[in-house]
């Protein structure tokens, strides 16, 4: 049986939101001749991303996606810094007002984006090839670049873009120089092998303490109303933190919130899929006492009455030293021409998910892209040097903001390091709330978390 052959000039590889958003950038650039192919059947309705801060709503803009987004979501208006009893540090978004026409955190599930970002696709009259998993890739002799699915198919590229996330099945098999199928679990060993080394930036691993986290959507018993209806909150307390966000509320539900917290490495590994006793148990040992289910410590005890979705990770840090792989084997003043690799998102660079950056960096490299790559695919023979020179600064400037952003994240989690000192406890807190009433510094916390120094 035939091989069934596919031409395109630009191919995607992965369908969340950094894939369609850098398919959406290069077709509202002109560029018409590309396919975007996703391992998954369809949607997940369950998602760990759930901000989107005011830099990549801008980015978001640009592409015409944000007000469909904004409609959805909730417009957070900050981030508020707790102990088990009190708020001592925060964010307010709303000092943004002069820099931004987004000055807040938009709150809303993973899942909701994705859906906005591909009907955005599809007015555009691009589809989504999903249960197409990526198992192959070579060199071929024309200098493109043959993807093979593991549905038999075989995609011939000018560019490949790997969108497909920390575990990039572009990134496992770049370097095998073959058609062989190839397994995910092998990425960080082969892409390190390959030549491509996939490391934390500094060397330095992230603090068992913080290491092994939890995400849960649940609903509560009943709606206390220290709940926080259009703010992040995030509890501290002797090396552990707790998370609650609002999720929107639809007319049919009640009211969603994101949880998340850390489990210490000495409590021993959580369970995948934590269940309602599990992340019960934790809320009561690290979370707000106004959400325990102690009636001991909270007069009004609340419980967690339902598990809508739950998972647990390992967070680490990591950034590819090659954002752009040349494969190609034509060149124009000693550079390759095509058959170019360029990795975007979490397949280029992850870390903490700390003040919810990841899947906005990963935005902002897709919407950046599109206007570079569609220059560069453009280029004929004369212009191609300039231009080639374009995508290697492009390249070498979302390197840096993943660094920045990495380092950011790193500041956050030491803080939750140092509210965990017993010895200086007390200290601590103290000068955290005198710092933390400053508004300069509120202002300069809420410009970090925006992106807007570093889009």
Not at 144 to 163: F, M, N, P, R
Request: charged share 20%.
């Amino acid at each position: 049986m035939s091989t069934q052959r596919i031409q395109t000039t630009i191919l995607i590889i992965g369908a969340g939101p950094t894939g369609l958003a850098a398919a959406i950038s290069l077709v509202k650039q002109g560029v018409r001749d590309l396919l975007i192919v996703e391992e998954t059947v369809r949607i997940a309705e369950a998602s760990r991303a759930m901000t989107i801060h005011a830099a990549t709503l801008e980015a978001l803009d640009s592409i015409g996606c944000a007000d469909a987004l904004v409609e959805l979501g909730i417009k957070g208006s900050g981030m508020q810094l707790s102990d088990r009893t009190a708020p001592f540090m925060g964010a307010e978004f709303a000092s943004l007002a002069s820099y931004t026409r987004f000055p807040y955190v938009l709150l809303i599930p993973q899942s909701s984006t994705e859906k906005v970002l591909e009907a955005q696709l599809n007015a555009l009259n691009v589809e989504v090839l999903r249960a197409e998993k990526a198992v192959g890739l070579q060199l071929n002799d024309d200098g493109a670049l043959d993807v093979a699915l593991e549905s038999g198919k075989v995609i011939t590229a000018q560019y490949v873009i790997g969108a497909d996330g920390a575990r990039s099945a572009v990134s496992v098999i770049l370097h095998m120089g073959h058609m062989k199928s190839t397994s995910t679990h092998l990425h960080f060993e082969i892409r390190q092998l390959a030549g491509v080394g996939f490391a934390d930036p500094d060397g330095m691993p992230v603090d068992e303490r913080l290491a092994q986290m939890i995400l849960a959507d649940v609903w509560f018993s009943y709606s206390h109303p220290n709940l926080p209806t259009d703010k992040v909150h995030a509890t501290a307390s002797g090396g552990r933190f707790f998370l609650t966000i609002p999720l929107p509320k639809s007319p049919e539900s009640e009211r969603v919130y994101r949880i998340g917290f850390n489990v210490p490495a000495d409590a021993g590994p959580p369970p995948s899929n934590p269940h309602v006793s599990y992340l019960q148990h934790h809320l009561d040992e690290q979370g707000p006492l106004y959400l325990s289910s102690d009636a001991t410590v909270n007069p009004n005890p609340i419980h967690i009455s339902n598990v809508v979705w739950s998972a647990r990770f390992r967070t680490h840090a990591a950034i590819a030293d090659q954002f752009l792989v040349r494969m190609g084997s034509q060149a124009v003043s000693g550079r390759q021409t095509r058959g170019l690799v360029l990795l975007i998102g979490d397949a280029a660079h992850i870390h903490s998910p700390a003040g919810g950056l990841g899947m906005n960096l990963g935005i902002r490299d897709a919407v950046t892209l599109g206007p570079v790559l569609a220059t560069h695919a453009a280029s004929d023979h004369d212009s191609l040097p300039k231009n080639d020179q374009l995508l290697e600064d492009h390249v070498r400037t979302r390197k840096d903001r993943a660094l920045s952003t990495i380092r950011l994240t790193k500041r956050i989690m030491s803080i939750a390091n140092v509210l965990g000192s017993a010895s200086l406890l007390g200290i601590t807190y103290w000068l955290f709330r005198v710092v933390g009433s400053i508004p300069l510094v509120r202002r300069q916390v809420a410009w970090n978390l925006s992106g807007l120094g570093n889009r």
